[in-house]
């Protein structure tokens, strides 16, 4: 049977043009998209996602609004961006395309390069062609493939040795072409002992239909520090498929936090590569489905060297018919003695309707290591609640103290304020629903 798609040669042939090398990618990711199947819920990374029926007929290019400063970009796309504060740099892409890109002239000054990744691959291909695609390579699925063979836009941020950024760094994606395909692509190369935080962020209005094919590659430097915040606020009738990997050299200490609220699907994978001795993560998420949202988590902690720290924990709330999958993966290389590794998943279930699960793994092939893990899943206790509404509190009013108390803990641990405050807020509109 032949498969209908808008994503064909032609198509191809119509996208903006590109340096060689990402030319001479986007055909190998073509030929991949073409033979490889759509991923099959009868393999175990893809059982609780079935996407079986998704017609690949979206458009393969929507053309945004460049702007020449951030003055220039609409309001209801830059209040998109979420409370700002200050910036050591923002991009916006619209649709397709990067609308703009500001970088605080004192870090420019210092080497940092915020741009772009078509600017970037352009003006910096020494910088760009060794790491794009590098940790995620197209052929890993057919998504991808179909993401190497179509991306425009992106984001490219390098921070040379030894440059502390101290403000945070920003890229929004805006969507709002109803049955367009987007691929954000956010490539992260940071130099030894350097330092930076940077922001992710999704967003579009309800759309009829909609695809988001993302990737985020991130490249540490020894002994740096990185931040690293996805913030996935997709309107209705978005599919979002997106893959975080992030490679993990000498004594780095990466941290990352993952938020979704929106989309009708996300699948996400985050990835974090402990490459080399004494590198820290620490990995955090937190979701809220209503409706009939489908939320479909896998994680991935790998330990390749010895003497490397691991932390995670995700935390969900699902009502209506919501449905969520958390599926992780801690995998302790032979090599990788005095792993010290942790694993936690926890969901609140809100309705009847809705249903969750959680689903650690553990593949230890090192015996001296220090790994575990921890899941569950159940709805908020009748017994609190009782408790709650015997000291005069209504029933609503209770559920809402007991979910916040529920998130409180990944809360306290995300180090950013403006994110801790957005992301309570929308927890806050969830339960107001």
Not at 50 to 61: I, K, M, Q, V
Not at 87 to 112: F, M, T
Not at 414 to 422: A, D, F, K, S, W
Request: charged content about 25%.
């Amino acid at each position: 049977m032949t498969m209908t798609t808008t994503f064909d040669e032609e198509a191809l042939g119509r996208l903006p043009a590109a340096p060689p090398f990402v030319e001479a990618l986007r055909k190998q990711a073509f030929t991949e998209f073409l033979a490889l199947p759509i991923p099959s819920q009868e393999t175990e990374e893809w059982r609780y996602t079935d996407l079986s029926g998704l017609e690949l007929t979206f458009a393969p290019f929507a053309a945004g609004v460049r702007a020449e400063n951030l003055d220039g970009v609409d309001e209801r796309i830059l209040a998109a961006a979420g409370s700002v504060g200050e910036r050591a740099g923002l991009q916006i892409q619209h649709n397709s395309e990067v609308a703009v890109s500001h970088l605080d002239p004192a870090l420019a000054a210092k080497g940092v390069i915020f741009t772009d990744l078509d600017v970037a691959a352009r003006e910096h291909p020494e910088l760009v062609e060794p790491y794009l695609h590098s940790l995620v390579p197209t052929s890993r699925t057919k998504f991808t493939a179909l993401h190497g063979a179509f991306r425009t836009g992106g984001t490219f941020l390098y921070v040379p040795a030894g440059v502390v950024v101290e403000a945070p760094v920003q890229t929004l994606v805006w969507l709002d072409a109803d049955g367009a395909a987007v691929f954000p692509h956010t490539l992260i190369v940071v130099g030894e002992d350097a330092e930076v935080t940077f922001i992710d962020r999704y967003a579009s209005p309800d759309l009829a239909r909609a695809l988001s094919d993302g990737i985020v590659e991130i490249h540490t430097g020894p002994a740096s520090r990185v931040r690293y915040v996805s913030i996935q606020e997709w309107g209705s009738g978005v599919i979002h498929l997106g893959v975080q990997r992030t490679r993990l050299a000498r004594d780095v200490d990466f941290r990352s936090v993952a938020v979704g609220f929106g989309a009708a699907l996300a699948r996400v994978e985050s990835e974090s590569l402990l490459a080399e001795p004494g590198a820290s993560s620490e990995m955090l998420g937190v979701f809220f489905a209503a409706d009939r949202q489908h939320f479909d988590h896998r994680t991935e902690q790998d330990h390749v060297a010895p003497g490397c720290h691991s932390d995670l924990l995700y935390k969900g709330a699902l009502r209506d018919e919501s449905r969520a999958v958390y599926s992780g993966w801690v995998h302790v290389r032979p090599g990788a003695r005095k792993t010290d590794a942790m694993q936690t998943s926890r969901n609140i279930v809100l309705s009847d309707k809705a249903k969750a699960d959680a689903i650690p793994n553990l593949e230890i092939e090192n015996n001296d290591v220090r790994c575990g893990h921890a899941a569950s899943v159940g709805p908020v206790e009748e017994e609190t609640l009782f408790y709650l509404q015997s000291r005069g509190i209504p029933r609503d009013e209770a559920e809402r103290l007991i979910v916040f108390g529920f998130f409180q803990e990944v809360l306290d641990r995300i180090p950013l304020e403006e994110v801790r405050q957005g992301v309570a807020e929308a927890i806050e509109r969830e339960l107001a629903r």
